[in-house]
């Protein structure tokens, strides 16, 4: 053989390390074949052995949190259904018990008799609100109702209601009871205690409220970026006289307008007119500084009270 023909030992060697390779192979597969069969062979038990003795790995299902479902018997709430009763049960008399105010009454507590006004007694109330629910026990409410009458006078009642297992249907179980009315609660110091006087952040708050009550300008002008307010529709009245205006923060008594982004919170008192006469009004709103002019930046409901959230 000539040298160019002649092959290197290592090109040699790697056609019989492939060919070991494939025998090795092929060897195994001979011998899984073998073990199938002699399984296969035994039979069913030792068929049995050789699954058990295959490694398996199972992982836990994980926990299920619970769901907390409220039930509508939670959210009962029987005020409504006892301020209506009371209504209808100090409308009827048992002169007339086929009124529809006495049907009503007995409809909602068969149990409970019809008052007997005398002649010479005062009118029906105007108005009929009810002030407070309290839960006694697993589906038995007391529930407390104002009746307002045309000379000024506030009755209370206590009315007992039941509700069903759903609280989708309620009942009067007994007969009202007049109590005394709720005491009025102390009232927190106010969180408005700087006193802003006229200037820039007076005057934009006026001008605010009066675009915003009056439909005079637009009430957009007055709004900061970003800040969606519709005036009220139709204006309810014809002009607002700003009375005071107080802050939490002391920046909003400041002579000028401070760096932007400044936030305060402020009570605005104001006056408003129509045609009817002259209301006392109050708003709370938060204003933002912005290129030297004071911008409406919320609307607020309520008054903020010391150690209250905003």
Known sequence: MSPGKQASPSEAAAPMAAGARLEAMR?????????????????PIALAVAVASTPTTVRAAPAAKPTAVRTAASAADPGGYAQVFVG??????????TSAQARLAQSMAPDVALPTPA????????????????????????????????????????????????GSSFGVTGAPGVVAGPVRAEVAKSSYAVTVPDGDLSSAVGEFLTAYLTGAGEVSRYLAPGVNLAAVSPAPYTAVAVQQVSAVEEAAAAEKVPADGTTVQVLASVEARDATGRWPLGYELTLRARSGRWEVAALESGTAQDGGGR
Request: hydrophobic share 40%; net charge positive.
């Open 119 to 166: 002649a010479d007694a005062q009118s029906a109330p105007q108005s009929v609100t009810a002030v407070r629910s309290a839960q006694r026990g697993t589906g038995t409410w007391s529930v407390t109702v104002a009746a307002q009458y045309a000379g000024g006078s506030v009755r209370y009642y206590a009315v007992p209601v039941a509700s069903d297992s759903t």
């Open 27 to 43: 060897r195994r597969v001979r011998l899984s074949r073998v073990a199938v069969w002699t399984v296969i062979a035994a039979g």
């Open 88 to 97: 209808a049960w100090l409308r009827s008399s048992t002169n007339d018990e």
